[in-house]
């Protein structure tokens, strides 16, 4: 059973740091893509960042581009979001996501397995 852990959420002032991690389980992820999301109250859910877990190249949506780096750790099976420059803008639940890459990558159709998500807030 494919498990995805979020953590390192929290509250953060205007133009701070944030690190997400997620622990992934229960699978190989070689040919996958791992994605983070995000959403905020009252919007839909949206792509932030992905992976392809092989070969490290990595996907970004242009709100977070320069601002956000996503990179993996295959000995421990791992993902992380670094967040600075934090934007109020930016607070959301943030979801790490599984699934095997794709033109779809950039998508949430392109993902079978969702963590539970992780809160990040950003006062101004």
């Known amino acids: 059973q494919v498990q995805l852990v979020e953590s390192g959420g929290g509250l953060v002032q205007a133009g701070g740091s944030l690190r997400l991690s997620c622990a992934a389980s229960?699978?190989?992820?070689?040919?996958?893509?791992m994605g983070w999301f995000r959403q905020a109250p009252g919007k839909e859910r949206e792509f932030v960042a992905a992976?392809?877990?092989?070969?490290?190249?990595?996907y970004y949506a242009d709100s977070v581009k320069g601002r956000f780096t996503i990179s993996r750790d295959n000995a421990k099976n791992t993902v992380a979001l670094q967040m600075n420059s934090l934007k109020p803008e930016d607070t959301a639940v943030y979801y790490c996501?599984?699934?095997?890459?794709?033109?779809?990558?950039?998508?949430?159709?392109?993902?079978?397995?969702w963590g539970q998500g992780t809160q990040v807030t950003v006062s101004s």
């Open positions: 996501a599984g699934g095997r890459y794709s033109s779809s990558s950039t998508l949430q159709r392109g993902y079978d397995y």
């Open positions: 992976i392809r877990w092989n070969s490290g190249i990595t």
């Open positions: 229960g699978r190989t992820f070689s040919n996958y893509a």
